[in-house]
């Protein structure tokens, strides 16, 4: 488990677009910080940094007592759930759940349990053959999480993982989300422009706009 | 109202299909007839009585017999698999690496080089064998395979790498964040991510490289000077028309016989060359 700290982050664009200026937060071990916002104000792209897939132009990113400026997104020990899943549609639920143990070359008896007790946290199991185009909606979605819990990473980063589903199942996966939380007690960073979500999710919430922490 | 739709679709649609499906697949009819019309048949003309141009009664293999025995067909055959087959595979290869990174890296000069990938393959193919035949003849490969395994992939290359440019585009950006999260180089998430997922686009560049290197022409006539070296097209041509002696039955049997691989070929994966050019990835 691990603290993130962000210090004086900015992000400016090849184009000139300065998209996060001078970020600071502390997000404490266990908690689940959710990052609000209209769109274009920067959330994404600081959440982005944080996992590694867009460059710091200046500022400093800790994950625990680490420096990971430099570090590939693979060093930093995160999981990511992306707004559109992301799952790779070749694989089969089983391989998109292990593949991240598969590239850091666990036991397969190890890969085993790990993606069955995921699966078996979202209630999945019956899902383990299948494709993700045979998913419903809200299925992939805990296939998406199921990916990211499998690795107990230092670190949850969650990129707006409910906008794309309907409003009542949106409701549940909430509430699971909260649940699954309590039960892992991972650090989690989760994006959203909902402010119901925020309210409900976050322990605590952090305002942005236009680049800058409120 | 229900009759006169479906009267309506049969003039709007039906019609017009048809009249196309004609048009396009007549050459082939024709070509059939010709390669099992017996000679006498063949060089009559259209006013004699019981004249049937348009089908035969007397069906023949003498055509097929005499070129697969008269002339080096087989080998042929053989030659242009073999180069069709090795050059798509080069082509392939490059075009997915340059495709990728046309697509996904961001360097600079990279719009540049797409473009100039793009007008390398406008140049015409009629002006561009004179330069290569000079290397062809330095580097001492006139005369063998090597010389259009090597000299197809100019025409190839670009054209597999625009393809497959565009298809890895249609590849959401997030499937290869995530796996580089996952734990993946960006080396291994193209390879164990990203091309899978682009084996219909990957298909349809192998099967449109393999016909353009199978139909090539130009090129296998001025590289390839001896009869066993030839490829199909170049073969039949230059070996059935004896000055200006037209053996029609055998060259209508090397031009099926030669279209036969090429149709295999399509009917396997025309579902994946529909996708591949329609281009969908779903999440």
New interface residues.
């Given amino acids: 488990m691990a603290s993130v700290s962000i210090r004086a982050l900015n992000k400016k664009y090849d184009n000139g677009f300065h998209a996060v200026k001078d970020v600071s937060l502390e997000i404490r071990d266990k908690e689940f910080l959710v990052l609000v916002g209209p769109s274009g104000c920067g959330k994404t792209t600081t959440l982005r940094m944080v ?3 867009e460059e710091i132009t200046s500022g400093e990113i800790r994950i625990g007592d680490e420096v990971v400026n430099d570090l ?3 060093d ?1 020990d ?3 759930v ?9 694989k089969t639920v089983f391989d998109n759940m292990a ?2 143990l598969q ?2 070359r666990y036991a397969k008896a190890d890969i085993l349990k790990r993606v069955r007790e995921a699966a078996e946290i979202l209630g999945i199991e019956p899902l383990l053959e299948r494709k ?2 045979q998913l419903s909606g809200g299925q ?1 979605q805990r296939v998406a999480v199921g ?1 990211a819990i499998v ?1 107990h990473p230092e670190v949850f980063l969650f990129d707006e993982p409910l906008s794309n589903l309907d409003a009542k199942l949106r409701v549940q996966m909430r509430v699971e989300l909260k649940r699954l939380h309590e039960r892992l007690e991972t650090t989690a960073i989760y994006v959203t422009h909902d402010q119901v979500e925020a309210m409900t999710l976050g322990t605590r919430v952090v305002v942005m706009k236009d680049g800058y922490v409120q | 109202m229900l009759i006169e739709r479906k009267w309506k679709k049969w003039v709007y649609f039906y019609l017009p299909m048809a009249l196309f499906i004609l048009f396009t697949l007549f050459p082939f009819y024709w070509m059939a007839v010709t390669a099992f019309r017996p000679d006498p048949e063949l060089y009559a003309t259209w006013r004699q009585p019981n004249a049937a141009p348009l089908w035969t009664l007397h069906p023949t293999l003498e055509h097929v017999k005499g070129l697969l025995q008269t002339t080096a067909f087989p080998t042929w055959l053989w030659n242009t698999m073999l180069i069709a087959i090795v050059s798509t595979i080069i082509s392939l290869i490059c075009g997915m690496f340059a495709g990728y990174a046309l697509a996904r890296l961001r360097f600079r000069g990279s719009e540049f080089l797409g473009t100039a990938i793009f007008i390398t393959y406008l140049v015409p193919q009629t002006l561009l064998f004179i330069p290569l035949a000079d290397i062809i003849r330095d580097l001492q490969l006139g005369n063998t395979p090597w010389a259009l395994m090597l000299t197809y992939p100019t025409i190839l290359i670009p054209f597999c790498t625009w393809l497959l440019m565009g298809y890895f585009k249609t590849i ?1 950006r ?2 290869e ?9 960006r080396f ?1 998430a193209m390879v ?2 990203i091309f ?2 682009a ?1 219909p686009g990957i298909l349809s560049a192998g099967i449109f490289a393999f016909t353009l290197s199978w139909n090539e022409f130009i090129y296998a006539l001025v590289f390839m000077a001896s009869a066993d070296q030839k490829t199909v097209p170049v073969g039949v041509v230059s070996e059935l028309i004896r000055g200006d002696i037209f053996f029609w039955g055998q060259l209508m049997a090397g031009a099926l016989l030669g279209s036969v691989p090429v149709a295999l070929v399509y009917s396997f994966f025309v579902e994946y060359y529909v996708t591949g050019l329609t281009g969908s ?3």
């Fill in positions: 996992a590694g897939l590939p997104p693979m930093r995160i999981a990511m992306f707004q559109n899943y992301a799952l790779y549609p070749h593949f991240g590239m850091r993700p185009r992939r990916r690795r | 959401p997030e499937l964040e995530c796996a580089r999260i996952d734990g993946a180089t291994g164990r991510i899978p997922v084996i990835v779903k999440g």
